[in-house]
């Protein structure tokens, strides 16, 4: 693949499915260092992947499935590196998360999936993006029944979650 | 609350952009990746100089034990003829050239770079130019390394030879032949791992600030 065209398919991608990074961001990486980490680690497999893109999914099933395991891979790298390798506090960061928007109900429902397992995470943000079963089973290659169970059980602990929290306003 | 009015509260933030670009902050980033990439550059290139200048100077020690009747001395049986001392010669030439190749096209770059600031877009477009030379220098990869391996090879035979050990030429060669096709696969892979896609994040980056700023 010629490169302009990958930057040309990289560009638009990111242009059109921003959000899509910044919701895998947020779900795996908790501080504003490690979210510019693995906001670039994301960017990175994605641009890498293109020339693999062969259209038989949507771009967004793609992009998951390429952000989910990069963010996967780094949470366990992270893990792995985390004693010796401090955040650099007063460090300049790149993105700012714009205070305007900030929304306590979003933080509420990043915090539940913040605690949730890997599988369970990846699970629950396509499910809120609309994803059907069949493209998350085939994302993250676990049959669709196994998807259906597992998503009613994340459901149903979400909603007993919220109506557990009584002061998170939401 | 059921999960429809969830669904209601992750479906906000595709309302209004979470977050903002932080030109300073970017600045500070951009500057710190380049110092690592700039080290990364630095560390291969003393490499170069490092492996030629050992090679030149184990040349010019066997070149000038020879002519002092050193060699002899040690060992009767080893003498240099006048094609080994050529061959060393051409040796020092091969592995001369390499460095040279590498200095000649860093100090070209450097020279290219001075034109810039030290603001964010200069900076920008600084690294992009690097990166770009880099990618460049490792295009015709093999090539580049043919000439200190060549060396090498010349080096070791002149060495067997006096030595009469001739056959173990055939090992070394095949040797140098494998660490040639590594050598060359690693650093394709740096250019596709890490060079294209800084190269690419620096572009875009570049285009988004030219769209803020219009």
Redesign the interface.
């Known amino acids: 693949m010629e490169?302009n065209e990958?930057?040309r398919i990289?560009?638009g991608w990111?242009d059109e499915h921003r959000?899509l990074f910044?919701?895998v961001v947020?779900a795996y990486a908790f501080n504003q260092h490690d979210q510019?980490d693995l906001f670039?680690e994301i960017?990175?497999q994605v641009?890498?992947s293109i020339p693999k893109f062969r259209g038989d999914s949507k771009a967004t099933t793609w992009i998951y499935r390429v952000a989910l395991y990069s963010a996967m891979a780094w949470s366990k790298r992270e893990k792995r590196h985390r004693d010796g390798h401090q955040t650099i506090n007063g460090?300049?960061?790149?993105?700012?998360?714009?205070s305007k928007?900030k929304?306590p109900?979003?933080d509420w429902?990043y915090d539940q999936i913040g605690q949730m397992d890997e599988i369970d995470r990846s699970l629950t943000l396509m499910m809120?993006?609309g994803h059907s079963y069949k493209e998350i089973s085939a994302t993250l290659g676990i049959t669709e029944s196994n998807v259906g169970v597992k998503l009613n059980r994340i459901?149903k602990r979400?909603?007993e979650k919220?109506?557990e929290e009584t002061n998170h306003g939401? | 609350m059921d999960f429809e009015a969830i669904k209601v509260i992750w479906d906000s933030q595709n309302e209004k952009p979470l977050y903002a670009l932080n030109e300073t902050g970017l600045h500070a980033v951009l500057r710190e990746k380049s110092r690592r990439f700039g080290r990364l550059m630095f560390r291969q290139e003393l490499e170069t100089y490092g492996a030629s200048l050992f090679v030149i100077t184990v040349i010019l020690f066997i070149l000038v034990a020879d002519y002092l009747g050193l060699v002899a001395k040690v060992s009767p049986a080893v003498a240099l003829t006048k094609w080994d001392v050529v061959a060393l010669l051409v040796a020092i030439v091969c592995w001369a050239q390499y460095a040279i190749l590498i200095y000649s096209g860093r100090k070209r770059q450097h020279q290219r770079e001075r034109k810039f600031t030290s603001s964010l877009r200069d900076d920008l477009e600084r690294d992009i130019e690097q990166t770009r030379y880099q990618i460049a220098a490792r295009k015709n990869i093999v090539r580049g390394f043919i000439p200190p391996h060549i060396g090498s090879g010349l080096v070791s035979l002149v060495i067997f030879r006096a030595m009469s050990q001739e056959w173990m030429i055939i090992p070394l060669m095949t040797a140098m032949v494998v660490a040639l096709a590594i050598e060359t696969r690693s650093q394709r892979r740096l250019v596709k791992r890490e060079m294209l896609p800084r190269l690419q994040a620096l572009e875009s980056l570049r285009d988004k600030l030219a769209k803020s700023e219009s």
């Open positions: 490169r990958q930057q990289f560009d990111l959000g910044f919701k947020r510019e670039q960017t990175t641009w890498n460090q300049e960061h790149a993105l700012l998360q714009t928007n929304n109900r979003l429902l809120l993006d459901k979400l909603t919220s109506n939401l």
